[in-house]
């Protein structure tokens, strides 16, 4: 996907983190940083985003990835619509483009967009007026690019090299957006050992990801740095194809016998929402490996650097 870049590369859009590159992935993660603040610790503020208008359009379910944008902009002086899409004209048949249109007209700066088709994103991308920025919030099975970032920004903090990473990504990968971002990202850092663990009907087709294919999960995670976890999508399954969820767990569910064979000091990544006990248990999940919540704070910094960045680049 084309992120349509402009001037020397500069970022006008974020649709993907596919073919975005290690430098440009980098510099986000570098200004993300800058931005982290833990619970309980000052927030940076600034007004880099003052006058802009952000718009939130979520065509699907998002607690994390919609909070966390208007907590971005706002951290960043800008106005936020958080659009009730259920209460919007979309129910009575307004397209996206029109929504978007009409938004438009009312001087938003910003479409922060999460739909069930793919191409959406990339379609406002092509309509919108130049000054006005588009980042994808969750495509499909397709892109998640701010959640990539957040991941690789969370291995980045309890790994700093790449390199040498064993990361283990595990579940419902052929449904989910979160692990294509994810190996955009960490194959474009340098991750060699990148390994795809799945029962054989939710891994991906050999050829649309990198990645070793593992249907033995204690097989596919062993001595792993960095191990994430992912839901089972049933709203992308087809009736009939959603797996038992206790025989789910016993073979891909994350829990404290399998902590025992990863790494001593790995971690263990969720994007959430999590079934706790399909695949993860209470003891993983709240344990001391997780990092969960460390994901969900970062990503707040990787949305003002994105937003920050994009508003930097858009022309006048
Ligand atoms: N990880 C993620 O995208 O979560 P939400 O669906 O809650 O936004």
Redesign the pocket.
């Known amino acids: 996907m084309n992120n349509r870049l402009i001037d020397a590369g500069k970022l006008r859009h974020l649709l993907s983190l596919d073919g975005l590159g290690r430098a440009r992935i980098t510099a986000l993660l570098d200004r993300a940083q800058a931005f982290v603040a833990r619970p309980g610790e000052s927030v940076t503020t600034s007004d880099a985003l003052r006058g802009v208008t952000v718009a939130n359009l979520?065509f699907?379910?998002?607690?994390?990835?919609?909070?966390?944008f208007e907590i971005a902009a706002k951290r960043l002086g800008a106005n936020v619509l958080n659009l009730d899409i259920n209460l919007s004209s979309a129910a009575k048949g307004e397209t996206v483009l029109d929504t978007v249109h009409t938004l438009e007209a009312m001087n938003v700066d910003v479409f922060v967009i999460?739909h069930s088709e793919t191409g959406v994103q990339e379609m406002i991308a092509d309509k919108v007026a130049p000054h006005v920025a588009v980042v994808n919030?969750?495509e499909a099975h397709a892109n998640?690019p701010t959640?990539g970032l957040l991941d690789a920004l969370t291995i980045r903090q309890h790994k700093p090299e790449f390199e040498n990473l064993r990361v283990a990504i595990v579940g419902d990968i052929r449904h989910s957006?979160?692990a294509r971002s994810a190996v955009h990202a960490l194959a474009a850092l340098g991750v060699e050992d990148l390994r795809l663990v799945a029962p054989k009907a939710l891994l991906p087709a050999d050829e649309e990801m990198t990645g070793k294919h593992f249907t033995d999960m204690d097989e596919g995670i062993r001595d792993c740095d960095v191990v994430m976890m992912l839901r089972i999508q049933k709203e992308r399954m087809r009736e009939g194809s959603i797996p038992d969820t206790l025989e789910y767990h016993q073979k891909f569910g994350m829990d404290e016998r399998r902590q025992e064979i990863i790494q001593p000091d790995a971690i263990v990544m969720h994007?959430?929402?999590m079934n706790r006990g399909v695949e993860i248990s209470d003891a993983v999940a709240d344990g001391p490996r997780s990092v969960i919540l460390e994901?969900v704070n970062n990503?707040v910094a990787v949305r003002m650097a994105v937003l920050a960045t994009l508003l930097e680049n858009r022309s006048a």
């Open positions: 979520f699907e379910a998002s607690t994390r990835t919609r909070a966390s999460r919030a969750g998640h959640q957006r979160v994007p959430g929402p994901q990503g």
